[in-house]
């Protein structure tokens, strides 16, 4: 498995609360990626990161925040937890065109 | 808007080939076809990509038409770990807005 980790890898939280979540490589990619799978869908892409500070929107982005200060981390923060919002969410890097490596994910519920 | 069709599910006798249709008859001359999958509930892995030539590598081939409007992944040699859900991606790049999962092809090798 590439270097990629998330935390937490399993977080309940309630309404309105907000709720930010890590992802950690030790690659050094330039590519950074948060998606949410929910059942019925693919993968949705929420935000994503091209370099440090350099962000940008994806499908799914309402509701959603990324920072990325440091190349090896890119935080997903929910402002006011939605039920909504439940979800898989998976962190992704890449250097490059073709290959995007997958973390193991955090499932989050909100209730 | 949907770039790619692929069925809902297929089966596949364990030590077969695996032949996993997609199509993307809307593909621009600038777009790759990328397929990844992903094993039960975790990340999804990346498998192959190509632009135009048949591919192959050590996890499977890529066929693509000569009109470029539909393609096969072929897993030569299917296992019980070869289950899982099969995504078909068509985009210019693998990062940002045009780079989109949609609902793949969940792939039953039997034994």
């Known amino acids: 498995d590439a270097g990629i980790t998330q935390s937490p890898r399993h977080k309940v939280t309630e309404t309105g609360t907000p709720v930010t979540l890590r992802c950690h490589q030790t690659e050094n990619h330039r590519y950074m990626y948060w998606y949410r799978q929910d059942p019925g869908h693919g993968l949705r892409l929420i935000h994503y990161?091209?370099?440090?500070?350099?962000?940008d929107k994806g499908e799914v982005s309402d509701g959603y925040s990324v920072s990325r200060s440091k190349t090896e981390d890119f935080l997903l923060t929910l402002e006011s937890a939605t039920s909504s919002q439940t979800s898989v969410y998976f962190c992704?890097?890449?250097?490059?065109?073709?290959?995007?490596?997958f973390g193991p994910g955090t499932r989050l519920t909100v209730t | 808007d949907a770039k790619t069709t692929q069925p809902t599910s297929m089966d596949c006798a364990e030590g077969r080939a695996a032949n996993l249709p997609c199509n993307h008859s809307t593909i621009s001359g600038n777009e790759y076809v990328y397929w990844y999958r992903q094993i039960h509930s975790q990340g999804p892995q990346y498998i192959i990509h190509?632009?135009?030539n048949n591919e192959t590598n050590e996890m499977a081939s890529l066929i693509i038409t000569e009109d470029r409007k539909s393609s096969t992944l072929i897993l030569p040699h299917a296992t019980l770990r070869d289950t899982a859900v099969y995504y078909c991606?068509?985009?210019?790049?693998?990062?940002?807005?045009?780079?989109?999962f949609g609902p793949g092809t969940r792939l039953s090798v039997l034994p």
């Open positions: 190509g632009l135009k």
């Open positions: 992704a890097i890449s250097e490059g065109y073709y290959e995007q490596y």
């Open positions: 991606i068509v985009s210019t790049d693998n990062y940002g807005q045009n780079f989109v």
């Open positions: 990161s091209y370099g440090v500070k350099d962000t």
